[in-house]
């Protein structure tokens, strides 16, 4: 299974967020996207899942003959974005229910309750979402995004509002994914945590990957280093270009 | 098509049991019901004589507007939590979400029928027990719930909806109100003369073309 985004590009009115983009990733691989706020990280996500279709250019999912319309494709696509997709008046357990009823994943009730303990929720109350806190609803997104045992994982910014345990719980749990031959996608800017995980860093800046960095033992200091030189390089060209 | 039911069928489910725990919808579309059929009861001078020529409308004009504050909120859970995005990766088909979104406002709507008609039989004192009677609302509230439910999915997108779903869906259900307030009245015998069958196939055609539309078009209006 290969995710590939071909020469991908797409715009909101005048402003050119991705630009004949070209990205590969393997199943197995733990892949970080790393870019400045802006940089078009989401919309290569959305665009990834196929929740947008990008204005030229392709994305192929495994073979060529799937497109996103196929209804296995899509459900094979654990996706987290900047919103929870969870219901505010349901609690976490039924939340997961009805996910798991939709997917059709013939989970039964002491599964879900042992997926609320696998994201550290297994002792929460039985309370409405609503009455989460910001760092709860993130484990409940995350274990909603894991529910339909996916193949290819798209997380945007899935560190947000996770406390310390947490950071270390989704490690586990994408490291856990990887070794099971996920293919695993994700977005941070929390390069501490992501470091001790991901088997490479693509670093996007100006529509494109600007730099494809691997993880061989990095140190923080090191990786902060070339991200920051990424970024900086990209600058000084847009403004010799000007 | 048995994994589209089945998708209907857990999506009317959430939607029941999210209701159940919020009672956001049922409460305000109940609590206007009545204090309508109250204003109206004291400020309309009804004798025996011309309440049935006017329950046709009071009823049907209680239901659409109280149903209106519930196709307001009927998306806002979707919206609010992105739980749109979620719901597009897990169906088989975008219809489903229409689908059970239809079927969760028509049961709403019939809801508050059943509730309204006692309600106004009391205050009135005119009994509007009558199976063909509430036949003809569930119909009504079938076309209403089918335009309503499309149009609703349209402006939860935007700032202004709570004032947008009325004034886009209102003319939409021009034939809707005809048919229901004439059917009736005939089944009240406030209409002489007029043959009911041809406000009832109005209606029907009417669900039917409109349901089928919205389930054409659904799709377009939600990855817009």
Redesign the interface.
């Known amino acids: 299974m290969t995710l590939q985004a071909r020469q991908i590009s797409k715009a909101y009115g005048a402003q050119r967020v991705l630009d004949r983009l070209d990205l590969s990733v393997d199943a197995g691989e733990l892949v970080c996207l790393l870019g400045p706020n802006g940089a078009g990280k989401t919309t290569l996500i959305r665009t990834l ?1 196929g ?1 947008q279709k990008p204005d030229s250019g392709e994305v192929l999912w495994g073979s060529e003959s799937e497109g996103i319309g196929a ?1 296995k494709l ?2 094979s ?1 654990g ?1 987290i ?10 609690t976490g357990f ?1 939340n997961l229910r ?2 798991s ?4 994943t013939g989970l039964g009730d002491a599964d879900l309750r042992k997926m609320l303990g696998r994201v550290g929720l297994g002792s929460a109350r039985p309370i ?1 979402v609503r009455g989460y806190s910001r760092g709860m609803k993130q484990r409940l997104t995350i274990a ?1 995004a894991l529910l ?1 045992d996916p193949r290819i994982l798209l997380f945007d910014e899935p560190y947000t509002g996770l406390d310390q345990q947490g950071c270390g719980m989704l490690n586990q749990l994408v490291l856990e994914e990887s070794a099971r031959n996920k293919l695993v996608l994700l977005t941070t800017h929390e390069l501490s945590y992501i470091r001790q995980v991901a088997t490479r860093f693509d670093v996007l800046h100006r529509g494109k990957i600007a730099a494809s960095i691997p993880n061989a033992g990095i140190s923080l200091d090191s990786l902060q280093e070339q991200y920051s030189a990424v970024i900086a390089a990209g600058k000084a060209a847009r403004k010799e270009q000007a | 098509m048995k ?1 589209w039911l ?2 209907v069928r ?2 009317i ?2 939607d029941l ?2 209701e159940w ?2 009672r956001d919808i049922l409460t305000s579309m109940l609590a206007f019901a009545v204090l309508s059929l109250f204003i109206f009861n004291y400020a309309l001078e009804l004798s025996p004589i011309n309440r049935a020529d006017i329950a046709p409308g009071i009823v049907w004009v209680v239901m659409v507007f109280a149903g209106t504050l519930g196709l307001n909120r009927s998306f806002t ?1 979707e919206q609010d ?3 749109f ?8 088909d975008l219809s489903a979400i229409y689908f059970a979104k239809l079927l969760t406002n028509l049961l709403m709507m019939v809801f508050l029928a059943v509730l309204v008609i006692p309600i106004y039989s009391v205050l009135y004192n005119q009994s509007l027990f009558n199976w063909a009677f509430f036949g003809v609302l569930a119909l009504g509230s079938w076309g209403y719930s089918a335009a309503g439910t499309l149009i609703a999915s349209m402006t939860v997108q935007t700032r202004m909806r709570d004032l947008l779903l009325p004034v886009l869906l209102f003319p939409l259900l021009l034939p809707v109100n005809m048919a229901v307030v004439k059917s009736c009245g005939v089944l009240l015998g406030s209409v002489a003369g007029q043959d009911i069958n041809g406000w009832l196939n109005l209606l029907l055609v009417y669900d039917i073309i409109v349901t089928m539309l919205s389930i054409m078009v659904f799709e377009y209006v939600i990855q817009e």
């Open positions: 899942s929740l209804l899509r459900r696509i996706l974005l900047h919103q929870p997709f969870l219901y505010e008046h349901l039924e009805f996910y009823r939709l997917y059709e409405p909603r339909c | 994994a089945h998708s857990v999506l489910w959430k049991l999210q725990r919020s859970a939590q992105g739980c995005e979620g719901l597009i990766m897990a169906v088989p």
